[in-house]
């Protein structure tokens, strides 16, 4: 794996982190997820820069939820953070 796309890796891992604990009380279960991640990813990291270039929300959660439905469908094996990393930088550039 490249360091660009490692790098990417380990900053949505560090978000789920986050977004763990800002939902603690319902042990992570949010239904909007995706939402908050692209929120999230957004305005509090250096997502865009990571990517190359302004990303709007909207298609940003569109991805997001795209990945976790093909993530689900998948045979387990790669870690979700590396994969979404990958792909996000693909659809991205």
Same mark, same amino acid.
């Given at each position: 794996? %490249?360091?660009?796309?490692?790098? #990417?890796?380990?900053? #949505?891992h ?7 604990? *800002?939902?603690?009380i319902? %042990?992570? +279960?949010?239904? =909007? ?5 692209? =929120?999230h $990813? ?12 302004p990303v *709007?929300?909207? +298609?940003? *959660?569109?991805? #997001? *939820?795209? $990945? ?9 094996? +790669?870690?979700w +953070? %590396? /994969? ?8 991205? /550039?």
């Amino acid at each position: 794996m %490249d360091s660009k796309t490692q790098a #990417l890796s380990d900053l #949505l891992h560090e978000v789920a982190e986050t977004h763990h604990l *800002v939902w603690k009380i319902t %042990d992570g +279960e949010d239904p =909007d997820w995706a939402s908050w991640y692209a =929120d999230h $990813l957004l305005r509090m990291t250096h997502f865009p820069e990571m990517v190359g270039k302004p990303v *709007v929300r909207s +298609e940003l *959660v569109y991805m #997001l *939820v795209k $990945l976790d439905k093909e993530q689900s469908a998948a045979p387990p094996g +790669e870690k979700w +953070e %590396d /994969r979404y990393a990958r792909e996000l930088l693909a659809h991205f /550039r």
